[in-house]
């Protein structure tokens, strides 16, 4: 973990000697409206709160908080989360409440939290199988090299820096979708061409568009096969679609594909084709998305249908469309199923979909594909913050990278 030689002015502490467990507890319903943070509100790996609570929503006796203190979760240390916090108020007895002392800014308790040696040694020293955790008395023995003042304001100042550039990607990124919902809203009644519009069974929408049924378009549909995940194995031959390999906007996760054992001859007939179009018919159902060309043969799971469409239609323009608020509600309407929404396959054949002409289909793909590059280029920017924030974290706090220069006594 250290140097062969601690940097000048650095010393080795432990957490015990720079940080004390808060122990006041509370009762939520003698402070109505008091925000509260329960582990659900903190993001893994994240020193920065997002999200809160209030003192409404708990009932028995939590521990409380103030403005500066440290909020440490101890139930499955491995999901890495604490903040800091700027606020008073209480949380989840799953919550360690740590008060910094003189020798330390706070900000360098939540970065030394955040740094791999001390997720191995929480990880290490948690017990218990279904919910592990570890404790104050075990953590407060955790060992760490400590710089001056000055300099740990420093660090804390150059990793707040690399954070506020991701998170101002994510707001920006976060715009981007919601302009290209409004302009899917745009293009979905009004079209490129500015045409007049008319009233039809499935809402407004350009004049010269068309509305049929989904199996107008349809070739053939094949659900996917049924097979055990005993199946699975790192070295299979064969990988597997599964709907959580998709997400809200369809696209497709590759890497995450299990790979399968499986003799090929009994599924020749569901492997994926380039341009196959795949809507989800449960779980998360309703969620279209587009197969290309992959390594290895695919077999989409059982919770996904896949169809092969006529050239009357550009899949990703119908891809486009069944991901809109309007397309997906509509489709919504179509599963069946109290609890689990289910869509079947005659349903989705019956399902009424626009259809422009070919050019206008384009137009439209065009527009939104400029939306989608933008969002992932802005998605593309904030992983690398995310992994620059990342080495900056396990090089400046063991003192492997230096920012002495802006250490300053005024700082």
Sequence with gaps: MYLEEIPSGWKIAKMGDVCELRKETINPSNFPDMPYVGLEHIDSGDPRLKKIGTSSEVNSSKSRFYSGDILYGKLRPYLDKSVLVDFDGLCSTDILVLKSKESIVPQFVVNTIHTSQFLSYSISTSSGVNHPRTSWSSISAFQFLLP???????????????????????????????RKAALMEHLFTHGTRGEPTKMTEIGEMPESWEVVKFGKVIISSAFGPRFSSNYYDPDGSVATLRTTDLDNEGNINYSTMPLAKLELDGFKQHLLKSNDFLI???????????????????????????????????????????NSQQGRNRILQLAGGAVQKNLSGTSL???????????????IVRSLIACDSKIAALDHEAHLHDKLFRAMLEELMTGRLRVGALATPSS
Excluded: H, M, W
Excluded at 153 to 178: F, H, W
């Design 349 to 363: 054949r019956t399902f009424q979909i626009p259809l422009p002409l070919l050019v206008d289909q384009d137009a």
């Design 148 to 178: 001056p003042l000055p300099e740990q304001r420093a660090i804390a100042r150059a990793l707040r820096a690399v954070q506020a550039a991701r998170e101002a990607r994510l707001r920006e990124i976060a715009l981007e979708r919601e």
């Design 280 to 322: 989800t018919r449960s779980g998360t159902c309703g969620i279209a998305a587009i197969f290309e060309a992959f390594e290895k043969p695919v077999l989409p799971g059982a919770f996904i249908i896949r169809f092969r469409l006529s050239n009357e239609i550009n899949p990703l323009f119908l891809k486009y469309y069944v």
